[in-house]
């Protein structure tokens, strides 16, 4: 069966300092990988979305990016982040032709 | 754009009150909708599709053309219904996949 990891599940990080989020999926090849952020009153943000390895697509200019090294991992980066990075992350994955989404626990990120 | 729109931030009832939790779409198009749901501290999950109709958990989505909507239901509310719930479109073209913004449901003894 297929499952999706992430971490870490929760982050405390100081303003300036980098971050890194992965998420791994098993059991399946070349999914849709997708980064949300979600945030109470703006509900679930569309962050990178990939369709395959080394491709990235970003919904929203910010402080934040994301990189596809392997057909099954999806990494969050930030060389510095600043005290608006704080939220709820979190991770997805889609076969293609599929419609589910299937998520990952989520990480939740302060920046202090 | 395939978009969604929850009206309602939070709805609040008690505890075998009917509950309608609304969503709107806003595009052309096949309207395959979904609804997903996230409880206290678990992972966000799909809760039904509409073009499979059925009912989980007691919750039904019909799809209104006329209206564009695709209300989830559900006759008797229960306190573990209480969670966070999304609408969303099918994927985009470029497979994007978006959400509503939510809509909490508390339900209270």
């Known amino acids: 069966s297929q499952t999706i990891h992430q971490w870490p599940a929760t982050l405390v990080q100081p303003v300036g300092s980098p971050l890194s989020l992965e998420c791994t999926v098993e059991?399946?090849?070349?999914?849709?990988l997708y980064w949300y952020r979600q945030a109470a009153g703006r509900g679930l943000q569309l962050l990178f979305y990939?369709?395959?390895?080394?491709?990235i697509s970003s919904e929203v200019p910010q402080n934040l990016s994301a990189s596809r090294p392997q057909d099954r991992q999806f990494i969050l980066s930030s060389k510095k982040l600043l005290l608006s990075d704080s939220g709820f992350y979190l991770c997805?994955?889609?076969?293609?032709?599929?419609?589910?989404?299937?998520f990952g626990q989520g990480t939740r990120l302060t920046v202090v | 754009a395939q978009r969604v729109t929850q009206p309602e931030k939070l709805l609040s009832v008690f505890k075998g009150a009917p509950v309608e939790l609304k969503c709107n779409y806003s595009y052309s198009g096949s309207p395959e909708l979904f609804w997903y749901v996230q409880y206290s501290r678990q992972r966000l999950q799909l809760l039904l599709r509409?073009?499979s109709r059925e009912s989980i958990k007691g919750f039904t989505a019909d799809l209104n053309k006329g209206e564009t909507s695709f209300h989830l239901k559900k006759p008797f509310a229960q306190e573990e219904d209480s969670a966070m719930y999304y609408c969303a479109p099918p994927p985009g073209g470029y497979s994007t996949l978006t959400f509503g913004k939510g809509t909490m449901l508390l339900v209270s003894p």
């Open positions: 997805a994955w889609r076969a293609k032709g599929d419609t589910e989404a299937f």
């Open positions: 509409h073009i």
């Open positions: 059991g399946t090849s070349n999914p849709n």
């Open positions: 990939s369709v395959g390895i080394g491709q």
